[in-house]
């Protein structure tokens, strides 16, 4: 019989398997850097300098958030990875990101209507994490929902300037809902894990952020003088890892120096 500080039975016992705030935060991690990175691809290119730069500093903003939930996210796992581990060298399959955050930016008014579905989705989690008895989330929350406001305010904004502006823009703007809105949906249908975290009180139940959400909506959408969408057939999989196309050339961009460089270090 081998003793129990053989290193032989250390290697075949399993590691415990993290529980439901484990994938939740990879969640929420994925999420914010795979729409820091769509916007990042603004960088240059936007209609004016101003807004260049807006949707440049509302990518750092998501970044710096993706970075403390993924070092939270490696603490949770505990099997040694980094942050850096998680954010570059899983597969498509592997991200928890929803569908919408993966969308291509296409023009501007997709950008900022995909970017209004979000952040008024994100600003309301975040109010709510601030009471979140996980401190280390509440943390999180508290640092990132003044920016999350300022993002909201933001996209609400150019919607409204976009809807109530050019017939050119308006045209653009109800193209981009056409193509978005059938995405929201999942931004609020709860993950198996999301259903286990607000059962323990950990997470709160998505139903009770839809009446906020859907008044500010039903505000922005009138000031835009468009009208609300009815309702559609929603996309969902990418909280559970069924991805469209476009996360794989995301991805591979994203992560090419990392995987052509292993351990590079600056």
């Not at 980094?82 to 570059?88: F, G, I, P, R």
């Not at 995909?114 to 979140?132: E, G, I, M, S, V």
Request: aromatic share 10%; charged share 20%.
């Amino acid at each position: 019989m081998l003793p129990q500080n053989d290193s032989r039975v250390a290697a075949a016992t399993p590691a415990a398997a993290p529980g439901p705030l484990f994938p939740f935060v990879l969640q929420l991690a994925d999420t914010s850097l795979i729409l820091a990175h769509r916007l990042s691809e603004w960088c240059g290119h936007g209609p004016v300098l101003e807004q260049d730069l807006a949707m440049a500093n509302i990518a750092l903003d998501l970044l710096g958030e993706a970075r403390s939930y993924y070092q939270y996210a490696a603490e949770l796992e505990g099997q040694g990875r980094t942050e850096d581990d998680l954010a570059y060298l899983r597969s498509a399959v592997e991200y928890r990101n929803p569908l919408l955050v993966e969308q291509p930016n296409n023009d501007f008014a997709h950008t900022i209507l995909r970017q209004f579905l979000f952040d008024n989705f994100h600003y309301h989690l975040l109010k709510a994490l601030l009471t979140c008895p996980d401190t280390q989330l509440a943390a999180i929350a508290e640092k990132s929902v003044k920016e999350a406001s300022y993002h909201l305010k933001w996209s609400s904004e150019w919607v409204i300037r976009l809807g109530d502006g050019t017939p050119e823009s308006r045209q653009r703007l109800e193209k981009a809902i056409a193509t978005l809105w059938r995405f929201g949906e999942e931004l609020t249908t709860a993950t198996p894990s999301e259903k286990a975290l607000q059962e323990l009180g950990v997470l709160p139940d998505y139903a009770t952020l839809l009446p906020a959400m859907q008044a500010h909506t039903a505000y922005v959408f009138a000031e835009a003088t468009l009208p609300l969408p009815g309702p559609v057939f929603g996309q969902q999989g990418g909280k559970t890892g069924r991805h469209t196309e476009h996360l794989g050339y995301l991805l591979s961009e994203l992560q090419y120096m990392q995987r052509t460089y292993p351990g590079l270090t600056w």
